[in-house]
């Protein structure tokens, strides 16, 4: 009698063999992907996506909650000349829940190169605005975009607001969309959403509340997390989620951004803005490269002591080939075997130990508005 496929081959073919001691079954123990437990990611950027290519591979119950504050490249510009959401980043997510990711990345991510308007628009992009135009609506074209993939999952705008990332700096100084909050010259004191208080997508609420494991990031701190927690359905979501919460911190600082700052430091702004209940397990890389590092790449490292308000998981997550990124296979290993140990432990933890020098985004920024005199 023929033994059932192994979901993972495609996985480990891509690998060459290398991870084949990670063989595992889907995160419940139960066979078939289809049954596996219920995973609502959260994030944005390149980082979300680097999650979701390896955590597919133990569940196709995958709902990815998105930030919609995206306003660079051709989402920008689709964004400013149509009225459409950015979809940068849920053509990201779409394309790592494809089952032929590596052709449909290819088609997907396609840049169209020319001296006209077409010129940087990426063929994905350009096929979500084409759905949205046909059938009026954004959240049906992120839907019928997933069904031409045949995506394991689904791909969820965190709002279907339009909205704007504003930060203020510790020199006062306003910054206005994500493209220029990214760039900021100084480090960032507060942020918000503009306008204020947007409502979460319903669909993304439900599937944090439905959620068997919920995973923050990894992502840009301020600029891919931190957007989908200043909307306050979402914040609310996780913290009453009685779904095992893990942050998964990032593997290397931003530039004034996050300079300086530990693990311990990222997960205090994460509970700002989400709750002191949002986190309950938190995974850092714990494998620094030898040798001379890369220049202008600093490693976050989780110091001591660690208030234990959380559980620190450091592991082997790095990608190899880029030290600055995660490792896909790596990270979703780590996530699944952070979450059979854990699942049905979890409890309300105490307090966190105040957050570093940053607003909280909501009354503080609230009452302010960003007015400057």
């Not at 940087?120 to 135009?133: K, W």
């Not at 992502?219 to 931190?226: D, E, F, M, N, Q």
């Not at 200043?230 to 004034?256: D, F, M, T």
């Amino acid at each position: 009698m023929n033994s059932p496929p192994n979901p993972l081959t495609p996985l480990l073919r891509l690998l060459g063999g290398r991870y084949r001691q990670w063989n595992m079954p889907p995160l419940n123990g139960r066979s078939g992907l289809e049954s596996g437990p219920r995973i609502t990611v959260i994030g944005g950027g390149t980082g979300l996506p680097s999650l979701i290519r390896g955590i597919k591979h133990y569940s196709h119950n995958i709902a990815a909650i998105v930030t919609m504050a995206d306003d660079g490249g051709s989402s920008g510009r689709l964004r400013s000349e149509l009225g459409i959401q950015p979809p940068g980043d849920i053509r990201n997510c779409l394309v790592a829940l494809a089952d032929s990711e590596a052709v449909m990345q290819q088609l997907m991510d396609y840049r169209f190169s020319s001296d006209g308007q077409l010129n940087g628009h990426s063929f994905g992009n350009m096929l979500i605005a084409a759905l949205a135009g046909i059938g009026g609506d954004f959240n049906r074209a992120v839907e019928i975009a997933g069904e031409l993939l045949a995506i394991r999952g689904r791909v969820i705008p965190s709002t279907t607001t339009d909205v704007t990332l504003v930060a203020r700096t510790e020199t006062g100084e306003i910054l206005t969309g994500e493209t220029m909050v990214a760039s900021a010259t100084s480090r960032l004191q507060a942020l918000a959403l503009s306008p204020l208080n947007p409502p979460a997508h319903p669909e993304a609420v439900a599937a944090l509340d439905e959620a068997d494991l919920v995973v923050i990031g990894p992502g840009s701190l301020y600029t891919s997390i931190v957007p989908n927690l200043l909307i306050p359905g979402i914040a609310q979501a996780i913290e009453h989620s009685r779904a095992l919460k893990i942050y998964i911190c990032n593997v290397a600082e931003e530039p004034r951004q996050t300079e300086g700052y530990s693990v311990q430091e990222h997960l205090d702004v994460v509970r700002r803005y989400a709750g002191d209940n949002s986190v309950h397990a938190v995974i850092a890389n714990g494998s620094i490269p030898a040798g001379p590092t890369p220049a202008g790449l600093d490693f976050i490292r989780a110091r001591r002591p660690w208030d234990d308000s959380a559980l620190l998981v450091e592991a082997d997550v790095i990608d190899e080939s880029a030290t600055a990124r995660h490792d896909p296979a790596k990270l979703a290993q780590t996530v699944a075997a952070t979450y059979r140990a854990h699942r049905g432990k979890r409890r309300r933890l105490p307090k966190p130990k105040p957050a570093p020098a940053i607003g909280r985004g909501k009354g503080e920024l609230q009452s302010q508005a960003f007015c400057s005199d």
